[in-house]
């Protein structure tokens, strides 16, 4: 339900220790900010998704960024490059489209995970957007118990 300024947010905790993230948990953060965009596209059709991702977009091309430039999890190797500062980063062409390409690609992945996700769970996402219309926010644990309705909540996202 779009409200404030944000038209709408997400928070996510943190249940472990996040000075060592894996690429799968990037991956998974990818596609849950990309659920929104997702949803609008389910939900209204490709031709009235709104500029409400437009801050998760740009959350998604940094992270993808980070994984294919600085955390050498991408196709493009296992390498670090150093964005150059005020003269910017001084690579090929090659290399240039080849990091656009990786980057295009776990935006699209993650944005594939989360329209497949929502696509299976439909009638979670009717049930969850039902209750958001009449309360405007959800706490993390009404969130559980909904989704609980639906399918197994794993153990250690009941524990958070």
Same mark, same amino acid.
């Given at each position: 339900?779009?409200?404030?300024?944000?038209?709408?947010?997400?928070?996510?905790?943190?249940?472990?220790?996040?000075?060592?993230?894996?690429?799968?948990?990037?991956?998974?953060?990818?596609?849950?900010?990309?659920?929104?965009?997702?949803?609008?596209?389910?939900?209204?059709?490709s031709g009235q998704v709104t500029t409400g991702a437009g801050g998760d977009l740009q959350q998604?091309?940094?992270?993808?960024?980070?994984?294919?430039?600085?955390?050498?999890? /991408?196709?493009?190797?296992?390498? *670090? +490059?150093? =964005?150059?500062?005020?003269? #910017?980063?001084?690579?090929?062409?090659? @290399? /240039?489209?080849?990091?656009?390409? *990786? +980057?295009? =690609?776990?935006?699209?992945? #993650?944005?594939?995970?989360?329209?497949? @996700?929502?696509?299976?769970?439909?009638?979670?996402?009717?049930?969850?957007?039902?209750?958001?219309?009449?309360?405007?926010?959800?706490?993390?644990?009404?969130?559980?118990?909904?989704?609980a309705d639906f399918t197994k909540v794993p153990e250690k996202l009941a524990a958070v």
């Amino acid at each position: 339900v779009p409200r404030g300024q944000a038209k709408g947010l997400t928070w996510f905790t943190p249940g472990e220790d996040q000075s060592l993230v894996s690429a799968n948990m990037l991956k998974a953060r990818i596609a849950g900010a990309l659920g929104g965009r997702a949803a609008e596209q389910l939900v209204f059709g490709s031709g009235q998704v709104t500029t409400g991702a437009g801050g998760d977009l740009q959350q998604v091309e940094q992270m993808a960024r980070a994984m294919v430039t600085q955390l050498g999890m /991408s196709s493009v190797g296992t390498l *670090a +490059i150093d =964005d150059g500062g005020f003269m #910017g980063p001084s690579y090929s062409e090659e @290399l /240039s489209t080849k990091i656009d390409q *990786a +980057i295009r =690609d776990l935006s699209d992945e #993650g944005y594939l995970l989360a329209l497949r @996700l929502l696509m299976e769970n439909r009638a979670c996402l009717d049930k969850i957007a039902d209750e958001l219309v009449e309360a405007e926010t959800i706490s993390g644990d009404r969130l559980r118990e909904m989704v609980a309705d639906f399918t197994k909540v794993p153990e250690k996202l009941a524990a958070v």
